[in-house]
């Protein structure tokens, strides 16, 4: 695992609700909850997190989406059912 990704995780498992979607706001996230001495290495670290939890975002939606479309067809089907009998 590389060090941005180690660090990232460490600090997204300890500060989870303190970042968000937006690079900026991380950036100031990260200078109050650990000293990073590189600018570097502080964007690539807020990058990471910002891309992370916009993918943990998607995929939420993706699960929602695909429940409503689940409970759509299940329902089509109880009409159907219904219809026949």
Known sequence: MNR?????????GTYK???DIDFEHNKKVLDEV???????????I???ITSHIRREIE???????????QNESVNEE?????ILN
């Open 4 to 12: 941005v990704r180690r660090i990232s995780t460490d600090l997204l």
């Open 17 to 19: 609700g303190k970042f």
């Open 34 to 44: 650990a000293v990073v001495r590189s600018k570097e290495l502080r964007n690539e």
């Open 46 to 48: 807020a990058g990471y």
């Open 59 to 69: 995929e939420q939606k993706e699960k929602e989406s695909e429940k409503v479309v």
């Open 78 to 82: 109880e009409i159907e059912e219904q």
